[in-house]
Antibody, heavy 122, light 107 residues
Framework: QVQLQQSGPGLVKPSQTLSLTCAISGDSVSSNFAAWNWIRQSPSRGLEWLGRTYYRSKWSNDYAVSVKSRITINPDTSRNQFSLQLNSVTPEDTAVYYC????????????WGQGTLVTVSS | DIQMTQSPSSLSASVGDRVTFTCRASQSISSYLNWYQQKPGKAPKLLIYAASSLQSGVPSRFSGSGSGTDFNLTISSLQPEDFATYSCQQSNSTPYTFGQGTKLEIK
């Protein structure tokens, strides 16, 4: 049974870096059949896909254009988890952040983390 | 980016009713369309993938249809636990995009 467990701070100051981690159980971050994603949700933007990391003989990343200059998603194979870093945050980055597994083939987000409300405020 | 538009934005219905949600893509996405249910304070839950395939464990009163740009999600007989927000999402190409959601409320 796949489970995703998120961790990280709920409050970040403007201009600083938002950092979250998603620990995976029941699957591998190195799976050739999955991709590991970060998605956020806010009242103004709705559900917004931020990016993903995945392994297909080598590691690759894809990022949304809206955050591409500020985002890094990294796998951690030793701990079977992946992380999100979002730099230079502003209050507009306030949202609930989710990690989610994407399956190749039919391509849904079939498992999600519990969500982390991150507030950007001084 | 592919834009996903859902209608209506909200819907009132009663237990036992049949309801249909609509989702339209700004360009063809074949059958790479997924539907999610979300309750307050919870993560989205996958209901339907590849336009019409029922996710394991999801009741058979949920069904999906469509291809190309126009898709539907139908609940054949509403149950009390079905009152939630329903969102569509395209997985044809990155950036993966979601509709704005349809909130299903009790009449």
């Amino acid at each position: 049974q796949v489970q995703l467990q998120q961790s990280g701070p709920g409050l970040v100051k403007p201009s600083q870096t938002l950092s979250l981690t998603c620990a995976i159980s029941g699957d591998s971050v190195s799976s050739n059949f999955a991709a590991w994603n970060w998605i956020r949700q806010s009242p103004s933007r709705g559900l917004e896909w931020l990016g993903r990391t995945y392994y297909r003989s080598k590691w690759s990343n894809d990022y949304a254009v809206s955050v591409k200059s500020r985002i890094t998603i990294n796998p951690d194979t030793s701990r079977n988890q992946f992380s999100l870093q979002l730099n230079s945050v502003t209050p507009e980055d306030t949202a609930v952040y989710y990690c989610a597994r994407w399956l190749s083939g039919t391509r849904p987000f079939d498992h999600w983390g519990q969500g982390t409300l991150v507030t950007v405020s001084s | 980016d592919i834009q996903m538009t859902q209608s209506p934005s909200s819907l009132s219905a009663s237990v036992g009713d049949r309801v249909t949600f609509t989702c339209r893509a700004s360009q063809s996405i074949s059958s790479y369309l997924n539907w999610y249910q979300q309750k307050p304070g919870k993560a989205p839950k996958l209901l339907i993938y590849a336009a019409s395939s029922l996710q394991s464990g999801v009741p058979s009163r949920f069904s999906g249809s469509g291809s190309g740009t126009d898709f539907n999600l139908t609940i054949s007989s509403l149950q009390p636990e079905d009152f939630a927000t329903y969102s569509c999402q395209q997985s044809n190409s990155t950036p993966y995009t979601f509709g704005q959601g349809t909130k299903l409320e009790i009449k």
